[in-house]
């Protein structure tokens, strides 16, 4: 499968890294106190710590941040490392099918390593199929992006550098975030923030669909089970998302295709799948790294043999470091 990367940047983020994820997995094997989340209080701002020059402000956490107001659902945690910033932002769209997950979600190994390396997380909830159907989850994405960029110098983030990574139905959230930063069909002034560019830089994309018109013929291909040949029964998760069975409605199953956007201008992407997923069939990542590839944009596509829909594989310390090393050259 086809390859690209931009040229390597320094390495001082991928480093510290790289160092805080060895220490992870030697807790993973004996065992290590704390949570994982940032030093300050939920919430908080953090404090100031002295250092000899002045004061340098501290790890902070942020919970239950509002990023809309027409639902509940709408709100968002984030987490930034001490220091003045700003600081280059990812931002983590949960998983479950379009119908179930929250913000949570995020590994903490992911977290912590992201954190270490000098990258601020947010985490966002967004309206579930059950709430509301296609495209409110892809306005809600694209509202937080703009809520935390207008709120960037608020907290010590980089505005221009702003990464989108998901996993799962996440995923594809993730890579429509990507793709479609020239449409404005799915910026929803109602949202909050209207003007402000909902842009993202780079893109990670674990293990996401993308045509959901081909998902069932994929996973008999690759020999999956008859019970991972369902996508296109009207209980399946990518028809709720849709509000019909999805081969009733090809023309909006398109719609949520990132595909269909793709452009000259879209940001490098990392897709990394599961040779054995049959959740979401092997093949959908393929479609899409070969559709950013034939516009010429730069995407780099890794199969973890043996691994399914997640898991270990893809938490593991080794590749934890191959997430910190495709962000520190796509976010230069």
Not at 124 to 130: E, F, Q, T, W
Not at 185 to 202: C, I, K
Not at 250 to 269: C, E, Q, T
């Amino acid at each position: 499968m086809k390859t690209e990367m931009v040229p390597s940047r320094t390495l001082s983020r991928h480093l510290i890294g790289a160092i805080l994820v060895l220490s992870l997995s030697a807790c993973s094997l004996f065992g290590c106190g704390g949570s994982g989340e940032s030093s300050a209080a939920s919430g908080g701002s953090g404090t100031s710590v002295s250092s000899g020059s002045g004061t340098t402000p501290a790890a902070a956490s942020y919970t239950n941040l509002a990023y809309a107001s027409t639902s509940t659902a709408q709100k968002l945690d984030l987490y930034v490392p001490a220091g003045s910033g700003p600081f280059p932002l990812v931002i983590n769209i949960h998983g479950g099918g379009f119908m179930a997950g929250d913000k949570g979600m995020l590994d903490t190994p992911v977290k912590d390593a992201l954190l270490a390396a000098g990258y601020a997380v947010a985490t966002i909830n967004y309206r579930l199929s059950g709430e509301a159907i296609f495209p409110a989850a892809v306005l809600d994405a694209k509202a937080a992006v703009r809520f935390l960029r207008a709120s960037a110098a608020s907290y010590r983030l980089d505005p221009a550098h702003f990464a989108a990574f998901g996993q799962s139905a996440g995923g594809n959230l993730a890579s429509m975030l990507g793709t479609t930063g020239d449409q404005a069909e799915f910026d929803d002034a109602t949202l909050g923030n209207p003007g402000v560019s909902s842009r993202v830089q780079a893109v990670i994309d674990w293990f996401g669909p993308t045509d959901f018109l081909q998902m069932d013929r994929e996973a008999a291909s690759q020999g999956c089970s008859s019970s991972d040949q369902t996508h296109d029964l009207a209980s399946s998760p990518e028809s709720r998302y849709l509000g019909a069975a999805i081969q009733t409605v090809p023309g909006l199953a398109a719609r949520a295709n990132p595909i269909s956007y793709i452009s000259a201008d879209d940001p490098p992407f990392l897709l990394q799948k599961g040779s054995l997923d049959c959740t979401v069939p092997y093949a959908q990542s393929g479609l899409l790294a070969d559709a950013l590839s034939a516009a010429g944009r730069p995407v780099r596509f890794e199969t973890l043999v043996g691994a399914g829909h997640g898991g270990s594989a893809f938490t593991s310390a080794a590749n934890i470091n191959v997430l910190l090393d495709f962000l520190s050259t796509a976010l230069k």
